[in-house]
């Protein structure tokens, strides 16, 4: 666990926190009724792009029942319509991490956007070096369900590691056992999602965003299949988009990899009720006594 960021490494994070909040607040503008998701996501991954960092995954735009991973594919014609949209986005500099989503509602449901927005406020008010995970998800339960909704029991928040999205500790968006405690100089990204359903997530069958399962992975013997994986390695262990490849056949050749186990695919998911969700993230560094937000 690489709890001891150096002072480059933890300047590595804040600059990637800075370029995230104003690709954020500049996509959030973009999401309007009738709008295409493609371009929305193609803008904010190019924004990133010119300001100096690499998107550290695909811009999300996960709208209604969907909690999180919709990316809109190569030749997606979607329009956002009147829709609660999760605007998920990751920036990385040098493999430094930074992580933040916000709701763009065009539903007309704010108690829901500001349900998700309090659980946040409530676990960034909290933290600080010593403070247990468990004590985390239950203040931001109790937060959500004030407003009469409920947290995504199985989706967490989580660390962020060099090059990794997905690092230990997670942190829960509910009560639990256990737990882990946080320690000075951690980077943590904290998720809390709400929703007027059951409060769980499960996988669906769509997919457009994958990972390579391990750095060094043997090239297959099928050229074409070696061609995209030896592009794909340049992107080590970080989510990417098959629409950032452009080749004759790709779909045939993205399932190849996976078939070979090379790379996994991230599902959509989607509440198992149907039901809204909202989202809200900030990536935070541990401090003695508090927390630095990088992506305010």
């Known amino acids: 666990m690489n709890n001891?960021?150096?002072?480059?490494?933890?300047?590595?994070?804040r600059q990637a926190g800075r370029i995230l909040a104003e690709v954020r607040e500049k996509t959030a503008k973009k999401i309007v009724v009738g709008a295409s998701t493609l371009e929305t996501a193609t803008f904010a991954e190019d924004l990133i792009r010119s300001l100096g960092g690499q998107p550290a995954f695909p811009c999300n735009l996960s709208r209604n029942e969907d909690a999180a991973h919709y990316t809109p594919g190569a030749d997606d014609t979607l329009v956002f319509g009147e829709d609660m949209v999760k605007l998920d986005i990751g920036v990385h500099i040098d493999g430094y991490i930074a992580d933040s989503a916000m709701t763009v509602d065009l539903s007309d449901h704010p108690e829901l956007v500001e349900a998700s927005t309090a659980g946040?406020?409530?676990?960034?008010?909290?933290?600080?070096?010593?403070?247990?995970?468990?004590?985390?998800?239950?203040?931001?339960e109790r937060e959500i369900s004030e407003f009469g909704y409920k947290p995504i029991a199985n989706l967490t928040g989580h660390g962020l590691g060099r090059y990794l999205t997905h690092a230990p500790p997670s942190i829960p968006n509910i009560p639990i056992r256990g737990g882990t405690v946080l320690v000075e100089g951690q980077v943590v990204a904290i998720e809390p999602f709400a929703t007027d359903g059951a409060g769980r997530i499960r996988d669906t069958q769509r997919s457009e965003i994958y990972h390579l399962v391990t750095e060094n992975p043997p090239l297959p013997r099928i050229p074409r299949a070696r061609a995209l994986l030896k592009e794909i390695i340049e992107y080590r262990t970080l989510p990417f988009a098959k629409r950032w490849f452009s080749r004759e056949k790709?779909?045939?050749?993205?399932?190849?990899?996976?078939?070979?186990?090379?790379i996994e695919s991230y599902p959509v998911l989607t509440e198992v009720t149907g039901a809204l969700v909202s989202q809200a993230e900030h990536t935070v560094i541990v401090t003695a006594d508090g927390c630095e937000v990088t992506t305010g």
Do not use: V, Y
Not at 4 to 11: D, F, I, P, Q, V
């Open 250 to 262: 790709i779909d045939f050749t993205f399932r190849n990899l996976e078939k070979s186990g090379l």
């Open 120 to 140: 946040l406020a409530a676990a960034i008010n909290m933290i600080h070096a010593g403070i247990n995970t468990a004590e985390i998800g239950a203040a931001i």
């Open 4 to 13: 001891h960021h150096t002072h480059e490494e933890l300047k590595k994070h």
